[in-house]
């Protein structure tokens, strides 16, 4: 168990619909990164926020967004959703943006499938 | 010059054999390459890392080596078992800038019993 907690695991909609997904993370990491990993595909990055505050990012689609809050959780917003964005959608943590806060620490992920 | 190339893409290897799992980049500022392995369903876990400054790294069956003037790293699984089998991915980043890793496209190992 990473200490990253992601919610729903499952998530099944209808094209042109809006999802939240949401993330905890560990407890003392300031760093949140959402990823995007389609079917036996490699991990596409979307965005990265850091103590609530934008800091890169990725290959995010425009209708996709995100916050974290001052409580350090995130959610990322998809909406309307097409067939292609059916995928697994990882959080992951760390301490800092660098340094000594290297390691990313991924959750469980959550699956969406649009239908 | 971000990429992260990894072959092979997929790799099956009989119990007990040696699994090399190889990684080029191009970015000479990179300075932290992490192996991350990946069950199905799960989210990927940090295996093992490595920073330029040693030319090897070994965490009971898994090593990593690394070649700075090639600008090439490897993961090596000796004795490898069926609870391996799992996907693996490179990476690499710049630790004194933002983090932002760059992911190799991953192998999925099979390892046959």
């Known amino acids: 168990d990473s200490g990253v907690t992601q919610t729903p695991k499952h998530l099944i909609t209808a094209t042109g619909q809006r999802v939240t997904l949401r993330c905890s993370p560990r407890?003392?990491?300031?760093?949140v990164y959402w990823y995007q990993q389609s079917l036996d595909q490699g991990l596409q990055f979307l965005i990265q926020?850091?103590?609530?505050?934008?800091?890169a990012k990725g290959n995010i689609l425009e209708r996709f967004s995100a916050q974290q809050f001052p409580d350090l959780h995130s959610e990322l917003n998809l909406s309307s959703l097409e067939l292609g964005d059916s995928a697994l959608y990882f959080c992951?943590?760390?301490?800092?943006?660098?340094?000594?806060?290297?390691?990313?620490?991924f959750g469980p992920g959550t699956r969406l499938t649009v239908t | 010059q971000q990429q992260v190339k990894q072959s092979p893409q997929s790799l099956i290897v009989q119990k007990g054999g040696i699994s090399i799992i190889n990684c080029a980049y191009e970015n000479t500022a990179f300075d932290y390459f992490p192996w991350y392995q990946q069950f199905p369903g799960k989210g990927p876990a940090l295996l093992i890392a490595i920073r330029p400054d040693v030319s090897e790294k070994k965490e009971g069956r898994f090593t990593i080596s690394f070649n700075k003037s090639a600008k090439q790293f490897s993961l090596h699984i000796m004795d490898s078992q069926p609870g391996d089998s799992a996907t693996y991915f490179c990476a690499a980043t710049v630790l004194s800038s933002n983090y932002q890793l760059i992911w190799g496209a991953g192998t999925k190992l099979i390892i046959k019993p």
């Open positions: 992951a943590s760390s301490v800092g943006l660098g340094g000594d806060g290297y390691e990313q620490y």
């Open positions: 926020y850091y103590n609530g505050e934008e800091r």
């Open positions: 407890s003392g990491d300031l760093s």
